[in-house]
């Protein structure tokens, strides 16, 4: 784990209310005098249930700020080199969406290390067509954002639903990443793929003719081991679709998805596949490197001259 550690490693699927640290949480709900009790092996739903545990607290411009930093510098004790955090933009009876999408940028521009950070503006599945017209607008504000994403509980809505919203992001030069197959629903699965996004995330259930076209067109995949062995209820790492895409040598980045749900960190993750597929230090560097190539900023092409992996 310690040369993991130690390895220069890439973020690309990182939720800001998912990755908060548990202390922070817990102080903020002592603060608000709320008491909410969480457990660690959390169905989908209850998952849901816990980020409007988090949602009801991270409510003022100063919290969102204070998680943001917090964010970065934990992304930055595990070696992160470039981290995307993801989140969608929410307005409170304390802030507006302007101000919550400020307090972050404000975070990442003060913040002293040497990590590269961007944001995706997410898109939920779960709220209306017009707040994600509402997040795109709000992305055009600011150059860290380099990215759109499509997340939320997939019990709810399709991305046929959104497809215009999408379309119009990648009109106007903004990468897009959307969260598939995380239920089976062949559908809504062969509808993202027909768009052609730049990344998918998770792909948990995909049917043969899914699975052969996203090989097919080589899009990349983020993959969050803990948190896609949760959703399909493994019980090991092997049983993953990683080793699938893995022989066949497709793009593929290592991500954490929600540490704070998943109680992990980004090194963790990598030792997990490492440990299950037997991967060496150089197999990893050369997924590193791989992962690299998928982000939505161009920061790799003078990073990896300066410090060869
Ligand atoms: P936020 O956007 O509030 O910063 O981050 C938390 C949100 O990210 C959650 O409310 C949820 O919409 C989304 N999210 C986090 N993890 C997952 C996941 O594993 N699957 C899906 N579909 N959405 C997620």
């Known amino acids: 784990l310690q040369e993991i550690q130690a390895l220069p490693k890439v973020e690309l699927h990182a939720h800001l209310n998912g990755s908060l640290r548990k202390e922070t949480l817990i102080e903020f709900l002592a603060e608000d005098g709320k008491n909410e009790g969480f457990d660690k092996d959390l169905t989908m739903d209850e998952a849901f249930r816990l980020f409007s545990v988090v949602h009801s607290v991270v409510t003022r411009p100063d919290r969102v700020e204070r998680i943001t930093r917090e964010m970065l510098e934990d992304f930055e004790k595990e070696n992160t ?16 969406k302007l101000e919550y999408l ?3 940028i404000k975070a990442i521009r003060e913040f002293q290390g040497k990590m590269v950070t961007k944001v995706l503006i997410s898109v939920n599945r779960a709220q209306s067509v017009e707040a994600a017209w509402e997040n795109i607008e709000l992305a055009k504000n600011y150059p860290e954002c380099v990215g759109v994403e499509f997340s939320g509980n997939p019990n709810i809505a399709k991305f046929r639903d959104f497809l215009e919203v999408f ?15 995380e239920i089976p629903d062949n559908e809504d699965t062969l509808d993202i793929i027909r768009f052609r996004p730049d990344r998918l995330g998770h792909c948990c259930y995909l049917e ?3 699975e052969n076209l996203i090989i097919e067109n080589r899009i990349p995949i983020e993959i969050c081991p803990s948190s896609n062995m949760a959703t399909m209820g ?10 699938r895409f893995y022989t066949r040598s497709h793009p593929i980045a290592i991500c954490t998805d929600d540490t704070l749900l998943l109680n992990t960190t980004l090194s963790k993750e990598y030792y997990l596949v490492a440990e299950t597929f037997h991967l060496t230090i150089d197999d990893l560097k050369r997924i590193i490197r791989e992962s690299a190539l998928m982000s939505f900023f161009d920061w790799h092409t003078s990073y990896f001259t300066q410090n060869p992996l």
């Not at 080199?81 to 507006?96: D, G, H, W």
């Not at 493994?234 to 080793?243: E, K, N, P, Q, V």
């Open 81 to 96: 080199v470039y981290l995307e955090i993801r989140t969608s933009p929410k307005a409170t009876q304390f802030m507006t």
């Open 102 to 104: 400020n307090s972050i």
């Open 167 to 181: 379309n119009h992001a990648r009109d106007i030069g903004m990468k897009v990443s959307i969260h598939t197959a």
């Open 208 to 210: 043969t003719e899914a």
């Open 234 to 243: 493994l019980t090991s790492m092997i049983d993953h679709h990683f080793g």
